[in-house]
């Protein structure tokens, strides 16, 4: 008896929808940003990136992506299999550089090399790199451009105009205290901040993507999910960080004497009302659509932070989840808001630091 296959969605241009004043929001959006930007090169005299600026590892590993796939998952990069090598870079999301000991969400990017056939942005059209950019929660709480928008402003605020001693308890305990805003004139101005991210142990957790991303002839989140014993045995565990670089050491720790495995997976969308794509707040069923396999992500034992390594993943490389197929566009009004985010951004860094702008051709480039 043959598998029973949902209807899944297919894509077209249909499935996005234009926000109202929607350029103009994406426009303030990223102005703020690269002003905050601007403040936080001051600070350190060095330019960082405005999101998922501080980085915990950066690793070398490869993709396996599986044989066999029905259709509905034999598309855009995985419709043969194939082993492709991977960059993968482990942060956490706010745009400074805070101890670990501050909660905050946390990042993994893969950059996957080799892929062939057109990318989706024109000055990139020639490279063989794909990026999927994934944070380990399923949803963003603000799902929505105006939402976004509205967000980056009060939090420029905050960073250009509050005492630091703000910042760090807004992280540490998840509201903004009262007395602390009313000093510095912002009381009235920011809402309670999301509650602090679980200290869950960060080569357990499950990365998912911001938002949806077109799949081929479908649309669908991404995620990467620990595979391997070792990383299962760590998912949900709590672990305490009492250094400024504990997540740092965490992961060079693990990967000095062993390797991992983690499954790159897709959720397919099967309805536009309940999993929508212009509302990232909203975390899509699985019990409607589960996440199936698409392929293994292979990482061998390795220096997993060394100074040269450091310094090409931080200053170098740029991760961008339109370093695309147009088949794995990503999709909703936050993710076309970062078509102009994140250009701006890596610009004025490498502009900066004075580094060139190098999306890599083989894995040889990353250093050891």
Same mark, same amino acid.
């Given at each position: ?5 949902? /209807?899944?969605? *297919?894509?077209?241009?249909?499935v ?8 103009? %929001? ?13 403040? !936080?090169?001051?600070?350190? +005299?060095? =330019? ?10 950066? %690793? ?8 066999? %796939? ?19 870079? #482990? ?30 942005? /024109? ?27 509205? !967000? ?33 004139? #912002?009381?009235?101005?920011? /809402? #309670?901040?999301?509650p602090?991210h679980? @200290?869950?142990?960060? #080569? ?5 993507t911001?938002?949806?991303? +077109? ?33 740092r ?6 990967? *000095?004497?062993?390797? =991992? ?7 397919l ?39 040269? *390594? ?9 991760? @961008? ?8 566009? /990503?999709?909703g009004?936050?993710? +076309?808001? *970062? ?21 890599? +051709? ?7």
């Amino acid at each position: 008896m043959s598998e029973i296959v949902p /209807p899944y969605v *297919r894509f077209d241009s249909g499935v996005e929808e234009i926000q109202p004043n929607e350029q103009e %929001l994406i426009n303030e959006t990223v102005e703020s940003m690269a002003r905050v930007n601007r403040f !936080m090169f001051e600070k350190h +005299r060095h =330019a960082i990136r405005d999101a998922h600026a501080k980085s915990h590892g950066i %690793l070398r590993g490869e993709l396996h992506v599986y044989p066999n %796939l029905p259709e509905h998952l034999a598309q855009g990069m995985f419709r043969e299999p194939k082993i492709y090598p991977v960059i993968i870079r #482990l942060s956490s999301a706010p745009g400074s550089i805070d101890p670990d000991t501050q909660s905050a969400v946390k990042g993994l990017a893969v950059k996957i090399i080799g892929v062939e056939g057109k990318k989706f942005l /024109p000055d990139q059209a020639d490279e063989v790199t794909q990026d999927f950019l994934l944070v380990n929660d399923t949803i963003i709480p603000t799902g929505d451009i105006k939402s976004y928008h509205d !967000m980056q402003l009060r939090q420029e605020k905050i960073i250009t105009n509050a005492p630091e001693v703000v910042t760090k308890l807004m992280t540490e305990a998840g509201t903004l205290v009262n007395q602390a805003l009313d000093a510095v004139g #912002l009381k009235k101005e920011i /809402p #309670l901040v999301v509650p602090p991210h679980p @200290n869950n142990h960060i #080569l357990g957790e499950t990365f998912t993507t911001l938002g949806a991303i +077109r799949f081929g002839d479908y649309v669908s989140k991404i995620s990467v999910a620990p595979l391997s014993a070792n990383v299962q045995l760590l998912t949900g565990e709590q672990v305490k960080i009492t250094e400024p670089a504990g997540w740092r050491d965490l992961v060079v720790d693990f990967f *000095r004497t062993q390797g =991992a495995e983690y499954e790159l997976r897709a959720q397919l969308c099967t309805d536009l009302k309940t999993m929508p794509v212009e509302d990232g707040s909203v975390d899509w069923p699985q019990d409607q659509s589960p996440y199936q396999g698409l392929g293994k992500i292979v990482i061998q034992a390795q220096d997993a932070f060394s100074p040269a *390594r450091r310094a090409f993943a931080d200053d170098v490389l740029s991760f @961008n989840p339109f370093h695309c197929l147009p088949e794995h566009l /990503p999709l909703g009004s936050i993710n +076309r808001a *970062r078509i102009k985010a994140y250009e701006t951004s890596t610009a004025y860094r490498h502009r900066m630091n004075a580094q060139p702008r190098l999306e890599p +051709r083989s894995i040889s480039q990353l250093p050891d």
